[in-house]
């Protein structure tokens, strides 16, 4: 009877505060005390099987707010200064952050620093009561959290909230004691995607008052990290393999190795690169690609890395398998990512196929003009990101070289837009391979697509169809890659936030060609591994499964093909005119007569 009675008076106070307004009171109260001012807060720091400190500083007025983190040989930082979002990289470069969801979080984050919530008006955030002990609250130009409070104390437990890179980070607050005058949570968990065994812990050492005059804008960057000839300008020749940039690279003064060279990606070195170099790696981290699968990496110093005569120095790098033999045809030694490219002007020229790193300080008005179409470019984290629109519809998209396609449309936006339903012909298929694993989409030939103020006719769009991994994340709409890039020539002025497109007057023979044999093939001995095979696809007629080793096509051995020469090779096939394949199952060998065809609209 008592526990009735009590349901009754818990599911009576609950309706009695619709707006979870008494629930913010009480926390209020059990805070013992208001927070003014600047304030300076330490933590120990473990994470990702390292060990270091963290610093947070704050002004508890408006919420502005800077992190500095050093973690085992890895430092970082972000802060806000209440108009722009920044973040340090591994390389110790500094950026804004206005792409992506990155402006909304740090308002939120803000919005949590300064208590906002208290306010009358709860500082005009929509407010949601989630049961008794919950809210949700959106504050203005911010995004949806949720927060839990302890039913007896009334201090706040945790914090769930919507990432970047479709992530859900939940925040854990326990250890509850008095210092400087009010209730301090003297450990948080952060907690990633329900990983708790690779949980973040800070646990608080210290809360001293801070600097009024504390300047929460991003510091000034270096130029003494990254070194060019007198001129000012370094070209060097390329490779287009797979749709994928790939320049030599010599680390620590030796190599060359072969590198990707990745506007969406990090600075890597392959774990065998690190092992042959005697560089030693430390901890690991999660992380994800295309795919729907999570990678595991570590981190190594690295005392340069140089592409022809453009030099950093002192670089921190992952260390990651991010791109097996099989899957590119090549043993990669690592990736040039964004903490090399953004401390130059980088220019891709891939008619030429030729690579140009240039002073900032030397890329004048006449250079811009040369570049060709100007488009205003934002970061989401490290990926550049501009505006457009696809099908007629506005649209975010990431440029990103590491991206073998010509443009791959998230699962959201392609839901959101209804873009399945505008296309009677298209096919689903393995689409890419990449760190995650195989990515899937329903490939389509698209009509119209802009980036900014260019116009790019009738690209190939893959709708994702992930429920997982970056793809299925809603704050881009678009990931447009080299197979679409590689009509232009594109130079990337990371520090002017600008991008500019010049068009190719004769791109490629295979640009805008899909394949069309429906197989997706990784590299074999003896030839090309068929991983999947498209319902309904010449290769499903023609018998082909996924596992066997494709070793002839019309006489021709593949052995002697490269994987990359392969896959270009599908895609120029004459629809309608067959060809043989030849084929081992197991220990059988066999062949089949495969008739090409346009498996989307040319």
Known sequence: MLSVLF?????????????????????????????????????DYRAQGLTGTAR??????????????????????????????????????????????????????????????????????????????????????????????????????????????????????SQYRKSEGRMAPHRLELITNGDEAGAEVLELTSIARGDSATTYSAPGNRRDAAALPASGKSSVPFQLVNNHVIVTARINGRGPYPFLVDTGGHNILTPITARSLGIGSEGHSTGGGSGEATTVNGYALVSSIEVGGARMRDAMALTLDFSPADVEGLVLGGMLGSEFLERFVVEFDYGRKV?????????????????????????????????????????????????????????????????????????????????????????????????????????????????????????????????????FVVTFDFGGNHVYLRRLPHPDEDTGKFDRTGMWINLAWGGMRVMDVAAGSPAATAGIRAGDILTEIDGSPLAARTLSDARRHLKLLAPGKPVTIAYRRGDAAAEASLVPANLIPE
């Open 355 to 487: 690579l140009t790193f240039t002073d900032p300080a030397h890329f004048a008005a006449a250079d811009r003009r040369r570049a060709g179409t100007a488009l205003a470019m934002e970061f989401y984290d490290h990926m550049p990101q501009v505006t457009g629109t696809f099908e007629g519809r506005p649209a975010r998209f990431n440029l990103d070289t590491g991206s073998r396609s010509d443009v791959s449309i998230t699962a959201p936006f392609a839901d959101r837009m209804g873009l399945r339903d505008l296309y009677p012909l298209g096919i689903t298929v393995t689409d890419g391979w990449g760190s995650g694993g195989p990515a899937r989409s329903f490939v389509v030939r698209a009509g119209r697509m802009t980036l900014g103020a260019v116009e790019v006719d009738r690209p190939i769009a893959g709708l994702s169809v992930a429920k997982r991994g970056v793809m299925a994340d809603e704050n881009f709409d678009g990931n447009v890659g080299s197979g679409l890039l590689k009509r």
């Open 7 to 43: 349901a009754l008076t818990t599911a009576a106070a609950c309706a009695a505060d619709p707006e979870g307004r008494l629930l913010l009171e009480a926390n209020h109260r059990a805070m013992d005390g208001p927070t003014s001012g600047a304030q300076v807060v330490s933590y």
């Open 56 to 173: 947070l500083l704050y002004d508890a007025g408006h919420g502005s707010f800077l992190w500095d983190r050093r973690l085992g040989n890895t430092t970082g930082a972000n802060g806000f200064d209440g108009e722009t979002p920044w973040v340090r990289d591994l390389a110790r470069h500094h950026y804004s952050q206005r792409g992506g969801d990155k402006v909304a979080l740090a308002i939120n984050e803000a919005y949590r620093h300064a208590n906002a919530w208290w306010r009358a008006d709860a500082g005009g955030a929509r407010v949601e009561p989630l049961g008794c002990d919950a809210l949700r609250i959106t504050p203005p130009r911010g995004k949806p959290f949720e927060a839990w409070f302890d039913p007896q104390s009334h201090l706040v437990t945790r914090v769930r909230e919507a990432q970047s890179w479709n992530t859900v980070l939940e925040t854990r607050y």
